[in-house]
């Protein structure tokens, strides 16, 4: 059954990315898995005419686990004792680019904490990947000045992953110390202004997040025009000042996905490895709802478990690499072709 007014609701959003914010409410706010078949259809559909039916890859290193930063969701914290520290030497930066490579894959994520690494080692680190293999580089190494993300891009780096976590300043204060969201935004204006392509996002879930809240980051991501938005459950770690919150609802996750897709289009969206990371892997339930990429762990097999953003995380036992090998299956389980071109933004292309 679907409630009275739900298919003109959905074709309002469908129709008009720049979807009200009480339409988005209401399709965020159901019970019944008749209209979610109904949502991720329409959002299957929508990603495949603006991007093709098809599945991204991009290969993520995590660089270093140190942080300075204390953010209330995130076993990376650095009031977290607990948590293992490590960082790669560049050498092991560039032979892990080597390693995705050689997979085929034509995109390499950078990811760590807030750890404080000189611009310039990254910037070095960045030049040698780019003089070596052809493929994009995206960063996703927190809030910098202004200096290190232009450094960074003179290098060569092409994108850039910062999610806003969420707009609304009450509910960004309370999950962060120390830091505002007009921060935050600031620098995702800063990221776009030096061309970086650009990816923000939010997860699901948190205390304190209303579906009017979902709604308005939802409108705020598409209004951006984000070229890479992420979206994932929020997981409760036991070393965190969240420990004992309930973990993000995964039906409203998927929702949240696929109204993403609805609103913002060609943007590429990932199937996130929290989804593969509740009681079971949900990547593929994500990319029947509008997601199009994945991005299979190349980080070095000794370090891949000490990179806890959130208890319980996928794929972290396996050998460096071995991920790709189960790719095929996701793409094919999803209905999706596998693609490992640098697969570069889509907003500046006309579709
Ligand atoms: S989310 Fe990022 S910045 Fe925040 S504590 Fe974790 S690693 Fe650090």
Redesign the pocket.
């Known amino acids: 059954m679907t409630r009275p007014g739900f298919t003109d609701c959905l074709e309002r959003v469908r129709e008009n990315p720049d979807a009200a914010q009480e339409d988005l409410v209401f399709l965020l706010n159901n019970e019944s898995p008749k209209e979610d078949a109904l949502l991720f259809a329409a959002a299957a559909d929508v990603r495949d005419r603006y991007c093709g039916a098809r599945m991204v890859l991009r290969g993520l290193v995590e660089f270093s686990s140190y ?1 300075g ?3 209330h ?2 076993g ?3 009031a977290n004792g607990k948590a293992e520290r490590y960082r790669l030497t560049p050498d092991e930066m560039v032979e892990s680019a080597r390693l995705v490579w050689d997979a085929g894959i034509h995109t390499i994520v950078l990811q760590a ?2 750890d404080g690494m000189p611009a310039e080692t990254l910037a070095d680190v960045i030049s040698r990947i780019k003089s070596e293999h052809d493929m994009a580089i995206t960063l996703s190494v ?1 809030e910098r000045p202004r200096a290190d993300y232009a450094r960074w891009k003179d290098a060569g780096a092409d994108r850039y992953l910062l999610r806003v976590e969420t707009t609304d300043p009450a509910l960004y204060a309370s999950l962060h110390d120390g830091r505002t969201v007009e921060t935050r935004l600031a620098c995702l204006d800063t990221l776009q202004e030096l061309g970086y392509q650009t990816g923000s996002g939010f997860m699901v879930g948190p205390p304190g997040q209303t579906l009017d809240i979902i709604a308005q980051d939802i409108r705020f991501l598409a209004q951006r025009e984000y070229d890479m938005i992420g979206i994932g459950p929020f997981i409760p770690h036991p070393e965190t000042p969240l420990a004992h919150a309930k973990t993000g609802d995964l039906k409203l996750t998927l929702r949240t996905v696929a109204l993403i897709r609805l609103t913002s289009r060609n943007a590429w969206l990932p199937a996130t490895t929290a989804l593969g990371s509740l009681d079971q892997d949900y990547r593929v339930d994500a990319l029947r709802a509008g997601a199009n990429v994945v991005m299979p762990n190349f980080s070095p097999a000794d370090v891949k478990k000490k990179y806890e ?1 959130y208890p319980g995380k996928r794929c972290v036992t396996e050998q460096t690499g071995a991920c790709a090998g189960c790719m095929a299956g996701l793409a094919l389980a999803a209905g999706l072709e596998l693609d490992y071109s640098r697969a570069d933004s889509l907003k500046r292309v006309p579709v």
């Open positions: 942080c930063n204390t953010c969701y995130c990376l914290n650095r904490g807030e927190g953003i």
